[in-house]
């Protein structure tokens, strides 16, 4: 096929056959690299006839860094093009971002369509960057979800059409408070949405689509259960949820207000919020949502159940810290209703209000892929390869657990490790240090490792359980001082029940005990003082988990 030849939404730089050019490692995807060596290609050793369907080899993987959470001038409270936004993720080593629109009346009649012609100058313009055209979807009854697809004929239409049919904010299902007529209602349609997803993929009308849930605890409005019904409805399609929120720079000291909290985690109570959330639920803790911070909690309480769901972190890129672009001016009789955008911004020499940082300046999700491209993407976020981190806080972690009698590579994040009661099993944990300062001159250090295990007692009966009693800190390396590529050698040993392990490291600058003790976290992240939460000074990084299915005897 030639480059004339090409569908109108495909990057002409990248190989039309699927988008996915095969590579060995980061830099050689991106460049294109031909096939892995011979060594990335081997599997595991044979195994002997008892063992075969015991341990695990996952592939060997390359890690894409990206965003999903991304507005621009299609969003009614933005302000930057496309454009901009691209060039700034290129500028802090993104491979992949995923712009997210408001749902409101203007992008679903003219908004959506328009930003199709933008998301294909910035491909052209940002050939190295997968460039994903994407919703940021109001949920029936809750907060706002991550909607991306696969680049193809029919993205554009499918957003438009799931906009249209279940966004909670165009067909006024907002209500979601405990014991109102139309809570049941609205939070079975969100469920219907996701299924809806579910079936596009499933008769190939999208090659692949996902969904995760984002800033969940800001209003304390995504409860326990809306959030394992989401999951149940298509684990494929449902994946996660922002462990970290955007808008990192809301606490910068002197910046934008006494009562600042990392995230704009600034709420209180409200009769929509679920009231099993405590008052420390509204807050962020080492700039990450209390869902995911707390050792023991919410996002430990679905791990146990056995099933795998996702974390990550993004900009929400908004308007940014320190930048000096203002909002353009209407025309007259535009506004964003009939015309599905803002102006183009406008640059001044004054800082202008703000609380993001541009897409990849702060903020990481890095995913695990065997081949460069947009379906690689999604499918390593499917499959849980992913760890996060803020500040640039590491270059580079890679995870396995294995069997001591194994030869092979083990699983990595997200994976499954089938063992016997009783083996000693070894989690490998290679860490590339920061090498070079980050966005705000800082050369990170990362200070500690911690490894986090949960058993795994299957699905619950109390759908709002928000509790893991069994989740908790089991090894801590200091790693302060170390340099350069290391690897921490960690033994577990399988018990009388299923488990999994997941990591968890800082720079050291700021922790302490645990939100359920310091028997299970004596050293975790902790929030900081109103309008005193200075990002850069309180990093840290979250992995996902593995788990480790125990079957009968020695």
Known sequence: MTEQQLPEWADPSVPPADLDPQGLSRRQLLAGAGLFGTAFALGPLPAAAGERH??????????????????????????????????????????????????????????????????????????????????????????????????????????????????????????????????????????????????????????????????????????????????????????????????????IPGWRGTNSIRGEYENKPSAQSWPGYPADAYLTYGGFDWATATVGGLWDAMLAEGRLFSITTNSDAHRIVFDTWRNGDWQPGQNFDNTGRL?????????????????????????????????????????????????????????????????????????????????????????????????????????????IRGAVRGPVTDRDSRRAPDTRVVHTRDVGGRKGTYTLRIPLTAGDESFYVRLRGSDGNRHGTGYFGASVDPHGPITHAPGNGDPWADTWFYSNPIFVDVTGGR
């Open 343 to 451: 102006p183009d911004p406008v640059n001044t020499d004054t800082p202008q209000p703000g609380s993001d940082f541009w897409p990849g300046q702060f903020s990481r999700t890095h995913v695990g892929v065997t081949r460069y491209g947009y379906r690689s993407v999604m499918s390593g976020l499917r499959a849980g390869r992913v760890w996060v981190d803020h500040g640039h806080l590491l270059d580079g972690l890679e995870v396995r657990l294995k069997r001591d009698r194994d030869l092979g590579r083990g699983v990595t994040l997200g994976g499954r490790l089938r063992v016997r009661r009783g083996e000693r099993l070894t989690l490998h944990v290679t860490v590339t240090s920061a090498s070079r300062p980050n966005p705000s001159g800082i050369l990170p250090e990362l200070a500690h490792v911690d490894v």
């Open 54 to 251: 015991l341990g695990g080899s996952d592939p060997r993987l390359a890690y894409l860094v990206g965003d999903h959470h991304i507005h621009t001038v299609y969003s009614h409270d933005a302000k930057y093009t496309f454009s901009q936004l691209a060039g700034e993720g290129a500028k802090y080593g993104l491979d992949w971002m995923v712009f997210t629109e408001h749902s409101n009346v203007g992008h679903a009649d003219l908004g959506a369509a328009l930003q199709r012609q933008e998301i294909l100058r910035a491909r052209a313009e940002n050939p190295r960057r997968l460039i994903f055209q994407g919703l940021e979807w109001y949920i029936p009854a809750a907060e706002h979800c991550t909607v991306f697809t696969a680049p193809g004929p029919n993205e554009v239409d499918l957003l438009t059409r799931f906009e249209r049919a279940y966004d909670g904010k165009l067909l006024g299902y907002t209500e979601g408070s405990p014991g109102h007529a139309d809570t049941a209602r609205n939070e079975e349609h969100a469920v219907k949405a996701i299924q809806w997803l579910a079936e596009q993929r499933r008769t190939g009308y999208v090659d692949d689509v996902l969904v995760l849930a984002n800033h969940p605890m800001r209003l304390g409005i995504d409860s326990p259960h809306e959030l394992r019904a989401w999951r149940d409805a298509a684990p494929e399609i449902m994946i996660g949820m922002e462990g970290a929120p955007g808008a990192q720079g809301a606490a």
